[in-house]
Nanobody, 123 residues
Framework: QVQLVESGGGLVQAGGSLRLSCAAS????????MGWFRQAPGKEREFVAS????????YYADSVKGRFTIFRDNAKLTVYLQMNSLKPEDTAVYYC????????????????WGQGTQVTVSS
């Protein structure tokens, strides 16, 4: 079982940066691929980025490629999402998730979810 807690969200102006963190409990964090998703009001939850157990093969949605970076520190049981050049359309609740089946951009492939952290980008 993995429990996930996100932090680092907030209000930022367009063009600014934020770093989200997702702290995991449990000793088998390194057995999970990790993903970040987001959900804006009235929209479905959408994939943002994922990373495999060993920290390799990061994968990004086209909408964030070149602006966001996912990375993890297995010793600290934490996965991060560095968000640069933020845009108003990045406004959403951001969720981290853990998957035993490898990286995926489908929410259904993730077994454990955090409670989410709000990111608001003002224009």
């Amino acid at each position: 079982q993995v429990q996930l807690v996100e932090s680092g969200g907030g209000l930022v102006q367009a063009g600014g940066s934020l770093r989200l963190s997702c702290a995991a409990s449990g000793r088998i964090f390194s057995h999970y691929a990790m993903g970040w998703f987001r959900q804006a009001p009235g929209k479905e939850r959408e994939f943002v980025a994922s990373i495999l157990m060993d920290g390799l093969s990061p994968y990004y949605a086209d909408s964030v490629k070149g602006r966001f970076t996912i990375f993890r520190d297995n010793a600290k049981l934490t996965v991060y999402l560095q968000m640069n050049s933020l845009k108003p359309e990045d406004t959403a609740v951001y969720y981290c998730a853990a998957s035993v089946s490898g990286g995926s951009y489908y929410p259904r492939d993730y077994q454990h979810w955090g409670q989410g952290t709000q990111v608001t980008v003002s224009s």
